[in-house]
């Protein structure tokens, strides 16, 4: 805890924009203008910091945005903030608004600057994780998870229609380049035969031993669902490995893409991004400073920004066990 005063607050999303981050913003602007706080937009995330892009809002900034996916305030990838001259600049900047608390609303990458910003110019930072991977350690929900995953499920879907209408094999291709939570979530929901997430090693023979049977029978009506960052590279890659041991398969591929990242987020996430941002403006009114907002077992947690960073949320063996059974 500490004793700053914080009378000046400054919200920006960053990194990969997740469906979400909208009702997120408009939590933060809201309950920090109630508690008599001034609060500006920082606009495309530390990139915005660093070139002044800097505007104050109001109560109707916000109005009507809970339901729209994206973020109003634009979200980018700095290069110039990983350097000490580029936080320098950004530093000057929020001096010159008298903004003397941030909110930053992103995945562990965004963070990371965060918790370097704040140890080298003692401002306080506070992290609310808007990231669709779900991945961080320190909370049960990321903001746009529900949403990206309802999505691929809806996806996911139709696609088993035409597949079981053709015997088909597909391979679909979610989001998740070092996390599988959405191959996992999606595939279990659609019920897959099959499930290949970066997490967990694939054992490719006894995949190819299962389908090559399914192909003698001339039954091979099977859906894989594969992380993007799946141990044998993304869904084409798998299909070529499956096209070449198995000629004789119809195989196809769906990417399922950016798609995972707009919409409308859903319930849950408007509730998790209002909660949270909410308690990142209460947690910098409190003097609880550098610290990730999550939500486990339906509590608010805060979990010092650099454990924050320094762990992720990992996949248990006991799901692919479930995965399996479930499917045979
Ligand atoms: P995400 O927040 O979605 O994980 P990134 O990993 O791209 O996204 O991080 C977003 C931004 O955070 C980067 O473009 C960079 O400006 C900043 N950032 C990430 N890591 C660091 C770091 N170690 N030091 C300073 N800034 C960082």
Redesign the pocket.
């Known amino acids: 805890m500490s004793t700053k005063k914080v009378t000046k607050i400054g919200v920006l999303t960053?990194?990969?924009d997740s469906p979400g981050m909208n009702a997120a913003i408009r939590a933060v602007v809201r309950t920090g203008l109630y508690n008599g706080l001034e609060v500006f937009g920082i606009v495309r995330?530390?990139s915005g910091m660093i070139d002044d892009d800097i505007i104050p809002m109001n109560g109707r900034s916000v109005a009507n945005i809970i339901q729209r996916g994206g973020t109003i305030l634009k979200t980018?990838?700095?290069?110039e903030?990983?350097t000490a001259e580029g936080?320098a600049i950004a530093y000057e900047n929020l001096q010159k608004h008298g903004i003397n608390g941030l909110v930053v609303i992103?995945?562990?990458?965004?963070?990371?600057?965060a918790q370097?910003?704040s140890s080298e110019f003692n401002i306080p930072c506070i992290g609310i994780p808007g990231?669709i991977d779900r991945d961080m350690a320190g909370t049960d929900s990321t903001i746009g998870f529900d949403t990206a995953v309802n999505t691929a499920v809806e996806a996911i879907d139709k696609i088993r229609d035409t597949m079981d209408a053709h015997d088909r094999l597909f391979i679909v291709e979610v989001m998740g380049r070092d996390a599988g939570y959405i191959a996992l979530h999606s595939g279990i929901a659609t019920g897959a035969e099959n499930i290949l997430i970066p997490e967990t090693k694939t054992d490719i023979e006894e995949l190819i031993t299962s389908l090559t049977e399914k192909e003698k029978r001339k039954k091979l009506v099977n859906l894989i669902v594969v992380a993007e960052g799946g141990e044998f590279g993304d869904a084409n890659g798998l299909a070529a490995i499956v096209k070449k041991r198995i000629p004789t398969a119809d195989v196809r591929v769906c990417i399922l893409g950016h798609i995972q990242r707009g919409g409308s987020p859903t319930c849950h996430d408007r509730l998790v991004a209002s909660h949270m941002g909410y308690y990142a403006v209460e947690s910098l009114l409190n003097g609880r400073f550098n610290v990730m907002i999550g939500v486990i077992n339906n509590k608010i947690t805060y979990t010092p920004l650099d454990k924050a960073v320094k762990e992720r949320q990992r996949i248990g063996q006991e799901w692919m066990r479930i995965v399996k059974i479930l499917a045979s």
Do not use: I, P
Not at 76 to 79: G, K, L, P, V
Not at 106 to 113: L, Q, T, V
């Open positions: 960053s990194g990969g995330g530390y980018a990838r700095s290069q903030f990983m936080r992103g995945g562990d990458g965004s963070f990371r600057g370097k910003f990231t």
